[in-house]
Every structure is written in C-alpha cells, then in structure tokens.
C-alpha cells in the first residue's frame, strides 16, 4: 500500500494582482482536494478520484471548464476534456462539445469503448445517447467579458482564461486539471477546459491531447497554458516519457520546463510520479496549483512570477 497524493490546477497565467482574494482561491482549491482525497482515502482508484476533481472544478464558475466557460469568438462555449488512466494507458477524450454540464463525465465513459476520442458532433450524439441532461455553462461574467471584447473588436488574442485581479470573485480561472496516485499505485490524470477565449471555430485545445494531459505507470501530467505552445512543446507526452526513461520527476519536469522557457512559452504543469513525488512547474507569472498527501496541503498561490519548478 502507497500513501494516496492528489495534485489539482485551475489555470496559469499572468499575475494575480494583489493579495486580496488569494486566500479564498487556497479555500475552494483545499475545500476540492479534501472531497476528491476522501475517495481515494476510501480506497477509490486514481481514475474516479480525478473525474471527481474535475467535475468539482468545472461545477466552479471562476474556473474555465464547465460551468464559467469562456466563450469562442462566435459568442458559443465550446468545451474539450481528457482522461489518462495509467494503469491500462488509455487516454479517452472529448473536443468542443457543446450543452453539457461535465465534459469529464462523457470523457469518463468513453475509456471503455472502442472509439474513445469524439469531436463536436460526436460528442454531442454521445451526450444524447447517455441523456445527459441539456445544460448551459454561460455565466454572466463569461458573457459579459464578450461583449466587452466584441465592442473592442476581440483585439485581445484570448479571454481571461487564467488569474484574474483577484479583488472580485472571480480571481483565478482558467482550465482545471487533476493528478491521482491511489493506494495501490495506480496513476491516473484529467484536463477540462473551454479553451482560449474568442479563438476561432473549431479551434482545438491542447486539453484533449496527449500533449495537455498524459499518464503511465510510471507519471501522470496535466497541463494548462496556452494550448499552441503547450502542444509545440509536446509537455504532457514530454515529462512522462522522460520519467519513464529514468529521469526523477524532479530532473524531467527541470528539463522540460528549461526547454519551454528557452522556447517562450506560456504555460504550466501538474505532476505526480508513481514514488509518490508532486510536482508543478510554470513558465507563466503562475500557475494555480494545490496539492495534498491527505495530511498536508500545499499549493503554490504565491510563487515567484516566472520559469519555476517545485518538487516534493
Ligand atoms: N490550454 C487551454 C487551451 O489552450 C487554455 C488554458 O489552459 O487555460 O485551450
């Protein structure tokens, strides 16, 4: 038996402007570590624990997954997810599907078929199959930011996807993602996201690729950032492979996150390896990254803006 570790992210991204909302940003991410910890604490595998992670976050408007959603430049919400199970090496995943609560969920169910990666239309024909109730992730915020940026012609390259100035309460969002070591070692990993913001139709995120979210035996990574230069940096697929080559957690994730800074990419990782190791790594000011062995938190809030790996 192994001591269960549980890694969760709401996003990277430029700097959360004062110090003021930090703390209640610490509390939700703690509030969902504890609920997905306990089922791994129950004897759970690292796969339901992560489906449950993510559905807490995309159930949480100030994050950019499920509900709270940014919107693509067609004013549609457009929502992409994935699951790595490391123990059968699966990846299942879901892109720019519309009108459902939890894209984790659909994802969930998609490990155990034949086709296990569905893009818009098919995905939509797979939510009515399961009859998921119709549901619409556009929150006021979300719709309100779209407007505001139609008026300026969507000169802004993307939404908020990330750390807001967190005097309001809509500090920190941007994509979630969530890392499970169970009690038997088993690996597993999961990314939800409605992508950049204001990005062109049919546009497809890193989220539902192995390079945003990938897991073996050995390591799971989920990433967050912008999707371009988290998929030219192959991160995810990068840092597992590495570890499963002989490198520490420590060494790939110092490694890779050399190689993305050298390259000036905008984006950040979650990892947990198969000893137990946690890691989070950002090239961004931050990365919205909180972490449990179901004794101790820690998250990484108030890091240093800039290139920055932490292992323990
Ligand atoms: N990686 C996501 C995307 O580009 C965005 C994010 O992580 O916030 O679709």
Known sequence: MV?????????????????????????????????????????KCAKDAVVRGCQLLENEPRFNAGTGSVLQSDGQVRMSASLMDGTSQQFSGVINVSRVKNPIELVDYLQQERDRILSDYGAAELARELQCPIADPITDNRLEEWLQDRQDNFRRGMANVIAEPVEDDNAGRGTIGVVALDAEGRLAAGTST???GFERIGRVSDSAMPAGNYATRLAAVSCTGIGEDIIDECL?????????????????????????????????AIALDA?????????????????????RHGDSLEAEPGTQVQAI
């Open 194 to 196: 409605g992508g950049k």
């Open 3 to 43: 001591q269960p570790k549980l890694i969760i992210h709401g996003g990277a991204g430029s700097s959360l402007k004062g110090k003021g909302g930090i703390e209640g940003l610490r509390q939700t991410l703690y509030g969902i570590l504890d609920d997905a910890y306990s089922l791994l604490r129950a004897g």
């Open 275 to 295: 000893q137990g190791h946690i890691a989070w790594g950002k090239t961004s000011d931050v990365v919205l990254a909180a972490y449990t062995d179901g004794d």
């Open 236 to 268: 995810a697929a990068k840092i597992v492979i590495r570890v499963s080559d002989g490198m520490s957690l420590q060494a790939a994730m110092e490694k890779s996150f050399a190689e993305a800074t050298e390259n000036q990419r905008d984006l950040g």
